[in-house]
């Protein structure tokens, strides 16, 4: 299972955008990249998913480049509400072995 | 159901005493997960069920450890004489197939204080 790697905290302004390293240098070939947001005293909330290159919803932007190793998570103009942990996980699309290892979080705290 | 339930949400207990977390999944999600989270902590994987059949229960900390999920849904994470270091939330989530693993929907989660 690749392991990965993220900033334990970063801090922003309302307004910004703010980007979410991930590293993961053993990404496997069959493994895709998950984003969750996690509020206090609530579960993870997915936020996006991707393989290669970008990913766009309504929430965030993910970027990939071409081999892999890392990945971006895009927050445009962030709120006071996007205050949470956010969570880079990387494992295959079919889950063979079970267990899906989540990295240690990046605890985002978005200032007035 | 709507989403994955968790129940008890808070659960105080004295040192020693056996507790049981119970998670109901969404309907018709056939894979479960357990993980814990301590105070300020990241997420440890616990267990993983496909139907009820758990292929991997190396993640439990300890033989005190178990889990059981029956008739494909309900799932029992059992802690037998807790301690204090047991202390913790304990999340459940599940998946809709082994397909799309990665996207998982978390329930609240269960509050384990072991005094």
């Known amino acids: 299972l690749a392991k990965t790697t993220q900033p334990i905290s970063m801090d922003s302004y309302e307004g910004q955008e703010v980007n979410i390293t991930c590293s993961h240098n053993?990404?496997?070939?069959?493994?895709?990249i998950t984003w969750y947001q996690q509020f206090p005293s609530q579960g993870p909330r997915f936020i996006i998913q991707g393989y290669k290159t970008k990913v766009t919803n309504e929430v965030a932007s993910l970027f990939i480049p071409a081999d892999r190793k890392s990945s971006t998570l895009s927050l445009p103009r962030v709120s006071l509400s996007d205050t949470a942990v956010y969570y880079c996980l990387v494992g295959p699309y079919y889950n063979q072995g079970g267990k899906l290892i989540f990295g240690q979080g990046t605890e985002l705290s978005v200032k007035p | 159901g709507a989403g994955v339930s968790q129940s008890p949400s808070n659960k105080v207990t004295e040192k020693g005493k056996d507790v049981e977390l119970r998670c109901d999944p969404i309907s018709g999600h056939t894979a479960l997960y357990w993980y814990r989270q301590s105070l300020g902590q990241g997420l440890e994987f616990l267990i993983y069920f496909q139907g009820n059949s758990a292929p991997d229960k190396s993640g439990l900390p300890s033989d005190r450890f178990s889990a059981e999920r029956t008739g494909g849904s309900v799932s029992t994470l059992t802690i037998q004489r807790t301690q204090q270091e047991d202390s913790a939330v304990y999340l459940c989530a599940s998946s809709y197939d082994s397909a799309g693993a990665n996207v998982l929907t978390f329930g609240a989660g269960s509050r384990l204080t072991v005094l």
């Open positions: 053993n990404i496997a070939t069959n493994d895709y």
